[in-house]
C-alpha cells in the first residue's frame, strides 16, 4: 500500500517533469493553461485543476510513455489459446504495457514521441476498460488509487509551473536536455534524478 501509493505518484511526477523540460513549447502551452484559469496570486485549487483539459492531456501522455509499474502479472485460471500459443491453466502471465502503450499500430507513427495533444478527443482512457492503455493496469485488478494519484499529480504539477520558471542549469539556459535513462526494477524510475532550478514567476 505505501509503495503503490507513494513511489508511483513521485516518478510520474519525476517522469512527467523531464518530457516538459525536454518540450518547452508543452511547458509554455501548459503555462498558459494554468495562468488563464487560475488568475488570482494564491495556489492553484483543486476546483481550477479540473477545468485544465491541457494538463490532464499532459499527465495522461506521461503515465502512456512512462508508466510506473510497465509489467503486469496474471494467473491464467484455465486452458486458453491465443495467437496459437497454448497457455496451460495456471501459467503465470506477463502484460507488457509499456510495449502496449508505445506500439504504432495502435498510438500512429509518432508513439515514441511525447505529444501531450494526440489525447484531445481520443477515445482511449485509463479507467481499466480499455486494453491498450493500462498505466493503471486493468480490470478487476485495476489500481484502486487512480483518484487519489491523479488529484495529487495534477495538483502539485500545477502549482510547480504557476509559481516556477524551470532551468535545467543555473545561470544562463543551455540547449541541453534532460536525459531518459531509465533504472531497472519493478518499478521504472529514472535511473538518475532530475536536477532543475525553479525561479519565482511573481517575486
Ligand atoms: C501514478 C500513480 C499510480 C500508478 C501508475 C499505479 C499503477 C498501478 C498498477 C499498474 C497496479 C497493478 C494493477 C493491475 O495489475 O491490473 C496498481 C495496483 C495497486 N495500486 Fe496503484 N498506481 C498509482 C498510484 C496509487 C496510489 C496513489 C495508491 C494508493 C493510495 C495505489 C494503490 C494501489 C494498490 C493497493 C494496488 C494493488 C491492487 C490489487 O492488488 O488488487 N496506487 N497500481
Redesign the pocket.
Known amino acids: ?1 505505501f509503495f ?2 507513494t513511489a ?2 513521485t516518478s ?1 511526477l519525476e517522469w512527467t517533469m523531464t518530457e516538459l523540460m525536454r518540450h518547452p513549447e508543452c511547458m509554455k502551452k501548459l503555462q498558459d493553461e494554468i495562468n488563464s484559469v487560475s488568475t488570482h496570486n494564491s495556489n492553484v485549487t483543486e476546483k481550477e485543476v479540473e477545468k485544465m483539459d491541457y494538463l490532464h492531456c499532459v499527465i495522461k501522455e506521461g ?1 502512456r510513455l512512462h ?3 510497465p509489467l ?1 502479472t496474471r494467473l491464467s485460471t484455465e486452458d486458453v489459446q491465443l495467437k496459437g500459443y497454448d497457455i496451460a491453466a495456471g501459467t503465470q502471465v506477463i502484460i507488457n504495457a509499456c510495449a502496449l502503450q508505445r506500439n504504432p499500430s495502435i498510438w500512429g507513427h509518432d508513439a515514441e514521441e511525447y505529444r501531450p495533444e494526440r489525447h484531445f478527443g481520443l477515445n482511449l482512457d485509463f479507467n481499466g476498460t480499455d486494453s491498450k492503455f493500462v ?4 480490470r478487476r ?5 487512480i483518484g ?2 491523479l488529484v495529487l ?1 495534477k495538483l502539485t504539477l500545477a502549482n510547480l509551473v504557476k509559481r516556477f520558471t524551470w532551468r535545467l542549469k543555473v545561470g544562463p539556459e543551455g540547449d541541453d536536455k534532460p536525459d531518459l535513462v531509465e533504472a531497472s526494477g519493478i518499478d521504472v524510475c529514472r535511473k538518475f534524478p532530475l536536477i532543475v532550478f525553479p525561479s519565482l514567476v511573481h517575486a
Open positions: 500500500m503503490s501509493g508511483t505518484t510520474q503515465l508508466p510506473s509499474g503486469l498505466p493503471f493496469g486493468a485488478r485495476l489500481c484502486p488509487g487519489f494519484s499529480s
